[in-house]
């Protein structure tokens, strides 16, 4: 006998509509910012990666997985920018170290936009990690706790959290011992701020987007009894 077709609608799971385009968009923030990142760029006289100009876009989204759809589907999404870029990375390697062909003279060009830094590479993997997950964690619960009010204090306050670790802790393992340590801490700070302002100017368009999205997906969740472990 054929199950009705109200009864087949109630009894099946809701699918979203537009979250794996949001997913997309935010592992494509993470592909283009890690690229464009080795390129050192002058804004208004301060020497900053060109990462700066699309890598904040992930926290940004990051913040809007979290408030739309809850800390797990971030944690799903987190994880997989993680092993985008792993892969990413491992074919940037591979690319930068075969044989180039006689007649390609470009080698010297293609390694130092592609070759991989191992150094750099790991502070990049643990601070993505670490600032990612903290930014999620935060959103998370300060949205249980300000009972879905106060947006604005959600996405600026997670991401203070999550950048602030991201900035120290890449910068630190990937150049503690080759800048001096004043410069260092310069570094740190100069992106820690820019990153900040970007997120505090980027908040109207955030209120947009999750706004819409929530509409669109009919979906509005809180993380109650969830577990935070990242793993």
Not at 12 to 30: D, Q
Not at 145 to 159: E, F, H, P, V, Y
Request: charged letters at 15%.
């Amino acid at each position: 006998m054929a199950t009705p077709k109200n009864e087949l609608e109630q009894s099946t799971p809701k699918g979203y509509r537009l979250f794996h385009i949001v997913a997309m968009l935010f592992v494509a923030s993470l592909i283009v910012g890690n690229t464009v990142a080795v390129k050192i760029i002058t804004l208004w006289g301060l020497a900053i990666p060109a990462g700066i100009l699309c890598f904040p876009l992930s926290y940004i989204i990051n913040d809007v997985l979290t408030e739309v759809y809850g800390y797990r589907k971030a944690k799903s999404v987190i994880w997989w920018g993680f092993f985008t870029i792993a892969f990413m990375s491992l074919i940037y390697f591979l690319a930068s170290k075969l044989e180039p062909a006689p007649f390609w003279t470009n080698q010297a060009a293609f390694d130092s936009i592609f070759s991989f830094i191992p150094r750099i590479g790991v502070a990049s993997f643990i601070a993505y990690l670490v600032g990612s997950f903290a930014n999620s964690i935060v959103m998370s619960i300060m949205k249980k706790r300000t009972q879905g009010k106060m947006l604005w204090a959600r996405t600026i306050g997670s991401t203070l959290v999550g950048e602030g670790l991201d900035s120290i802790i890449f910068n630190v393992i990937a150049f503690y011992g080759i800048f001096p340590t004043a410069d260092l801490w310069v570094v740190v700070g100069t992106g820690f701020l820019l990153k900040t302002v970007y997120e505090i100017v980027a908040t109207p368009f955030t209120y947009l987007a999750v706004n819409w999205i929530k509409r669109k997906e009919e979906e509005d969740r809180f993380d109650h009894n969830v577990s935070y472990n990242p793993f």
